[in-house]
């Protein structure tokens, strides 16, 4: 899924919302110039009539007459737009205006071509939907650096990288899930936005949490009946984030909600990327041994370490 049929829908609304604010103001525009450019009313009227008077010579095939009417409607075409200059106006004055001249407004080029205006709301609504908009764009494959690795570390590193760029490739080729298992700040956190930022340029849905922030998520829907769409989206989205796995505080709830909504995601064949400081054993003994098979058989597992890039910038 890139959007829901309800988002869709709300920008389908938005562009009918601009071309009835465009038509009133062209019909305020035409009322204007009637009531102060003296003889266009007329000539407006002309226009019409003569292809009235035409209609039945069109219709019986007379030689000529379709290329008289054009002649004759031209003629007062450039009468009303000298009326227009002479009361200091422009010609296009009574045409339409399109805030995207492209598409006209409908959001689609030819009735089958997405406008880059259309393309352009999408990727607004899935960079607002992923909670990261602004990091994405400090932190992504062009940002990307190995300066602060080095030997094994680095080497790890660049798989893990080549990883990522193939998890990318392929995400519209095969179901495929993901997890980054490495020490505090050695960068998993980095290419996981990485993978976001690739993913939603590409007009797939990728929604981010922390740990921490999913399970109150989960809990508000389980114990308080709140945030009921959110489970949704969390089941649907092309790729959810789980950020810093096993920061939460950990107990009976988040392990069965864990699994529950991996499990979702699995049967739906909805790629997941995982982040987290905790082994595969930690793993097992905090949210079962049935989660961490899952991690296991499911999962493209990188082993990452290095120094904490996040506190060497700081100096």
Known sequence: MALSNVQIDQILREYDDVRREERDAL????????????????????????????????FSGEPGAKEKMDAEIAGVARDKKSLLRSAGLAEDYLEMKY?????????????????????????????????????????????????????????????TVAVSHAFVEQFDKKYQNLMFIGTVGCGKTFLTNCIAKE????????????????????ADVTFNNKNSRSVADLNECDLLIIDDLGTELTNSFVGSSLFSLLNERHMREKSTLISTNLGMGDLADR???RTASRFISNYDICVMSGPDIRTLKKF
């Open 27 to 58: 019909d305020q525009r035409r009322e204007y110039v009637y009531a102060n450019v003296a003889g266009y009313r007329e000539l407006d009227h002309k226009a019409g009539m003569i292809a009235v008077s035409y209609a039945e010579r069109l």
């Open 99 to 159: 805030r995207c001249p492209l598409c006209k407004d409908t959001g689609y080029i030819d009735n089958r071509e997405k406008c880059r205006c259309l393309k352009e709301k999408e990727l607004n609504i899935l960079y607002s939907q992923s909670k990261i908009q602004t990091l994405l764009k400090k932190e992504n494959f062009e940002t990307l650096s190995y300066e602060f690795f080095e030997g094994d570390q680095l080497e790890a590193y660049k798989k």
């Open 199 to 218: 993913l939603i340029d590409s007009f797939h849905s990728v929604i981010y949490f922390s740990a921490p922030h999913l399970f109150e998520v989960l």
């Open 287 to 289: 949210y079962s041994h």
